[in-house]
């Protein structure tokens, strides 16, 4: 359907149409969108879709790029257009909103369009000058640039009830000479027009639903509450808090290096967050034992941090020297541990991947407990609270169960 009110005074005369060079005929590469192609003063915007960027097969240096239906909140992905047509003046702007939800549902978003990141710079929308490609791409990052914004969407989607939102693509057409715009077309050269509007918002149907999701925060143990007692049997909880939180015999201060959590022999480790398993070696007996090492994204722990944490012991710290929180990766180690179902690979998060044990210095205690550190490097930290960041702002740790400590404390002391 044509748009009337378009503007013609800009559009030559049948007696001028032998001027005109065709150029989706004279170049062979194109053919195949010939029928797409009505005249050189024809917009047809066909396709609009949220996608990864992946190797074209047999070609190592060609990328094709898969419609995606689910992102999480802060992911990179592309966001592609697809728009036939060459008039000679024409703006494509593509901006992203969130689709209302109905009845008391609670929206995302406090306003549409919704901000999001290209090259670490917030925008609201993107803007093509229309020409010979078929189409036009951008990588983006759906999260504004802020993190505590980032943090506080990410808290938000994770209170709605469905723990998603969907978001649309809105297609717009501006400062146009073109003599028809024809919205959502498919590949046999048939198009829907919208007479009269300037733009169209794409993955509105049930069918073509994309959805953001929130970043899932996995604790390495399901339930986790700290350790009671310390290794001699005596109730001291800060002992598995991080920081100056322990003695040496001279009365002197000692670090604890990550975080106790209570855990009898084999009870199932998880991953916290999308990995990769990096190592699974033995740091020796007078260590931490068999130790996993699952490698993180960066932005993904931060958008996992417990904004309501406080620190609850004196010496109780939140960050040792030379952490870097803001590294593009992060390391989680698990310690002490019995064995291990991976040893590489990827990972995703809330999966097994170790069981609890007692190995290195932790053999025989009546505390059977996780070790669980957050580092900078996944091996060779060094000594003290270098490098090393407080898991309690992470984990979300239940109130202390006594009852069940003290039994497991009774068994083990029988042994």
């Not at 999260?143 to 297609?171: C, G």
């Not at 990766?329 to 040893?343: D, E, F, G, K, M």
Request: glycine letters at 6%; a negative charge; hydrophobic letters at 30%.
């Amino acid at each position: 359907m044509e748009n009337d009110s378009l503007p013609t005074e800009n559009i030559k005369s049948s007696n001028d149409q032998s001027e005109i060079v065709d150029s989706y005929s004279a170049n062979p590469n194109q053919i195949v969108y010939d029928l797409l192609h009505q005249s050189d003063f024809d917009i047809n915007v066909a396709d609009a879709y949220f996608a990864k960027k992946v190797n074209a097969l047999n070609e190592p240096n060609e990328y094709t790029y898969l419609k995606l239906n689910q992102a999480r909140l802060g992911d990179k992905i592309y966001l592609v257009v697809k728009c036939y047509g060459k008039p000679p003046k024409e703006s494509l702007v593509i901006s992203i909103r969130e689709l209302e939800r109905k009845g008391t549902q609670q929206n995302l978003y406090l306003q549409n369009p919704i901000t999001f990141l290209v090259d670490g710079v917030e925008k609201t929308e993107l803007q093509f000058t229309i020409d010979e490609k078929i189409e036009y791409i951008q990588e983006i990052e759906i999260r504004p640039k802020d993190d505590k914004e980032h943090q506080e969407l990410q808290d938000k989607l994770n209170s709605l009830e469905n723990k998603s939102t969907r978001l649309t693509i809105r297609t717009e057409i501006k400062d146009t000479n073109a003599t028809k715009v024809n919205f959502k077309g498919i590949l046999t050269g048939e198009f829907d027009a919208v007479k009269g509007a300037r733009y169209y918002d794409f993955l509105i149907g049930e069918n073509e639903s994309f959805q953001i999701t929130p970043i899932i925060w996995h604790d390495p143990i399901d339930n986790p509450q700290r350790t009671y007692y310390n290794s001699s049997g005596v109730h001291k909880e800060q002992n598995g808090a991080f920081g100056m939180v322990r003695k040496y015999d001279d009365g002197s201060d000692k670090a604890h290096q990550g975080l106790d959590i209570f855990a009898n022999i084999n009870t199932p480790c998880k991953a916290c967050l999308d990995g990769e398993i990096v190592s699974y070696s033995n740091e020796g007996q007078i260590g931490y034992g068999n130790v996993l090492v699952l490698k993180v994204q960066g932005k993904d722990l931060r958008a996992s941090r417990r904004r309501d944490y406080q620190l609850e012991f004196t010496k109780e710290i939140e960050s040792g020297p030379e952490f870097d929180i803001n590294a593009d990766y992060i390391y989680l180690r698990y310690a002490h541990l019995n064995s291990a179902v991976l040893t590489s690979g990827e990972v995703k998060s809330g999966s097994i991947i170790a069981y609890s044990g007692d190995t290195g210095n932790a053999e025989g205690v009546i505390n059977p407990h996780l070790h669980f550190e957050i580092a900078k490097k996944p091996l060779g930290n060094g000594e003290g609270l270098i490098n090393r960041y407080n898991p309690a702002f992470f984990v979300r740790l239940n109130t202390i169960n006594e009852e069940e400590q003290t039994k497991v404390k009774k068994e083990r002391q029988r042994k």
